[in-house]
C-alpha cells in the first residue's frame, strides 16, 4: 500500500491518513498531530487503528506529549496502547475507562502538552463523542461527528439521535464565530463548515421524515431494516448495516417525540 506523505493543514495541525479505507473510514483515519508553538512537542488526536507502520510515522513526528481520543471506536482508539508505548505519552478521552494516566477529558479549554484546546461533549455518533477545538488556527477536529464526506452514523444505542441533533445545533452556533476549518476523523478537510452543518442538519431531518412516512405507509409491524430499504434505497447495501443503527436511532427519536 502506498504510505501518503504527513501533510500540514493548518499551522499547528498535521494529517497522517491510516491504511484502514472501507466504507465506513472513507480513504482511511485521520490521525492528527497537533504542534505547540515552539514545535518541540506535539500531541496525537486519534492514533488510528493497531497498525504498526503507521503508528511508527506517528511516533516520528515529534516528542509526543499526549494521546487524545475523539471517541472509543476503534478505528480511532485501538493503536492508542501502542503508541503510548512507543512515547510514552499518557491516554486522554471523555470515556474515563479509556485514559492512561491521564484525567478524563471534560468540556472547556484545557492545556494538552502546551497547546490550547477547548473541548465540547459532542454526543450522537457514540456517546463519548467530543471534538476539539484548536482556537490558535480556527480549526475544529471532529472526529466522527462530522466527516469530510457524507454523512455519519448514529451508532444505536449507544449514539442517540436527540443528542446527536443537539451537539449539531452547539456546533453550528460554534463555528459560524470561531472556526474556519474542520478536521475530520475521516475524508477531506471541510473549508466551509457552516455550509456542511447546515447540510447535516438538513440531511438529518430529511431522513427523519422519510423514516417517519416509511413506518406509516409500511404499517405495523415494521422492521429497521425494512425501512432501510425504502429510506436507505440510494446509499449503497454494504452501508445498509450501519443505515439500520441510524435508522433504530430514528425510531426510538420518534416514539420520544410521540410522532
Ligand atoms: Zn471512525
Request: proline fraction near 7%; aromatic fraction near 2%.
Amino acid at each position: 500500500m502506498t504510505v501518503i506523505a504527513a501533510e500540514q493543514v493548518t499551522p499547528r495541525a498535521k494529517r497522517l491518513l491510516a491504511p484502514n479505507p472501507g466504507p465506513m473510514t472513507l480513504e482511511g483515519t485521520n490521525s492528527w498531530v497537533l504542534s505547540a508553538e515552539a514545535g518541540e512537542h506535539c500531541v496525537v488526536v486519534d492514533p488510528g487503528p493497531a497498525d504498526e507502520p503507521h503508528l511508527g510515522r506517528l511516533a516520528e513526528q515529534g516528542d509526543i506529549r499526549l494521546i487524545l481520543l475523539t471517541h472509543h471506536h476503534l478505528d480511532h482508539a485501538e493503536g492508542a496502547s501502542r503508541l503510548r508505548s512507543m512515547t510514552g505519552a499518557p491516554i486522554a478521552a471523555a470515556d474515563p475507562s479509556l485514559c492512561v494516566d491521564s484525567e478524563p477529558l471534560r468540556p472547556g479549554t484545557t492545556d494538552a502538552a502546551g497547546i490550547e484546546l477547548m473541548v465540547l461533549q459532542t454526543p450522537g455518533h457514540s456517546s463519548d463523542s467530543v471534538c476539539l477545538l484548536l482556537s490558535a488556527d480556527h480549526a475544529l477536529l471532529t472526529g466522527d461527528t462530522i466527516l469530510g464526506r457524507g454523512t455519519t452514523v448514529v451508532a444505536h444505542p449507544d449514539g442517540r439521535l436527540n443528542d446527536y441533533l443537539d451537539s449539531l445545533r452547539r456546533l453550528r452556533a460554534l463555528v459560524a464565530e470561531a472556526v474556519d476549518v474542520v478536521l475530520p476523523g475521516h475524508g477531506p478537510v471541510v473549508q466551509n463548515p457552516s455550509l456542511t452543518l447546515d447540510f447535516y442538519l438538513q440531511h438529518r431531518r430529511e431522513r427523519l421524515e422519510q423514516v417517519r412516512l416509511a413506518v406509516a405507509e409500511l404499517g405495523e409491524p415494521v422492521t429497521p431494516m425494512d425501512v432501510v430499504r425504502r429510506v436507505y434505497a440510494d446509499v449503497d447495501e454494504s452501508l445498509w448495516p450501519a443505515a439500520e443503527l441510524s435508522v433504530r436511532a430514528q425510531l426510538e427519536h420518534l416514539t420520544e417525540l410521540g410522532a
